[in-house]
């Protein structure tokens, strides 16, 4: 199972904006299984980037970090699909934290536990991890 869902996606997500992402050929209709595609690659990102420090692979429920984490990069993947680059992609600087986050994680500079107080800013090109 995947980090993130469609659905979390889609929350977030103009579904026409999820239909360009995915929609290679551009007949109005998602490319089958492309999106299973796109998460299962930003899952083997989050992996590699926690990798040195957490024992993976994580079992469901995944701790909200890295959940939040999924949803950020798919966002920002949608986006990068739609040619969409840094300067216009709502979601380049979230997933840029998110990713800094995650490697701090890997380092063991930052803990991996889904007791942690997580806060996402998604109103503002932060992403904030506090694990107090």
Same mark, same amino acid.
């Given at each position: 199972?995947?980090?993130?869902?469609? *659905?979390?996606?889609?929350?977030? !997500?103009?579904?026409?904006?999820?239909?360009? @992402?995915?929609? $290679?050929?551009? &007949?109005?209709? =998602?490319?089958?299984?492309?999106?299973?595609?796109?998460?299962?690659?930003?899952?083997?990102?989050?992996?590699?980037?926690?990798?040195?420090?957490?024992?993976?692979?994580?079992?469901?429920?995944?701790?909200?970090?890295?959940?939040? *984490?999924?949803?950020?990069?798919? !966002?920002?993947?949608?986006?990068?699909?739609? @040619?969409?680059? $840094?300067?216009? &992609?709502?979601? =380049?600087?979230?997933?840029?934290?998110?990713?800094?986050?995650?490697?701090?994680?890997?380092?063991?500079?930052?803990?991996?536990?889904?007791?942690?107080?997580?806060?996402?800013?998604?109103?503002?090109?932060?992403?904030?991890?506090?694990?107090?």
């Amino acid at each position: 199972m995947a980090y993130t869902t469609q *659905s979390e996606i889609e929350a977030l !997500l103009p579904p026409k904006f999820l239909l360009q @992402g995915i929609d $290679d050929d551009n &007949n109005e209709t =998602a490319d089958s299984g492309l999106l299973t595609t796109l998460l299962g690659v930003v899952d083997l990102e989050i992996d590699g980037l926690i990798s040195p420090s957490v024992a993976l692979p994580l079992t469901s429920p995944y701790p909200a970090q890295i959940r939040v *984490s999924a949803l950020v990069l798919s !966002l920002d993947s949608v986006y990068r699909r739609r @040619g969409m680059a $840094d300067e216009v &992609n709502p979601w =380049a600087e979230r997933a840029k934290d998110v990713r800094a986050a995650l490697a701090k994680i890997g380092r063991g500079e930052l803990a991996l536990d889904s007791d942690s107080d997580i806060v996402a800013a998604f109103n503002t090109n932060t992403l904030r991890f506090h694990n107090d």
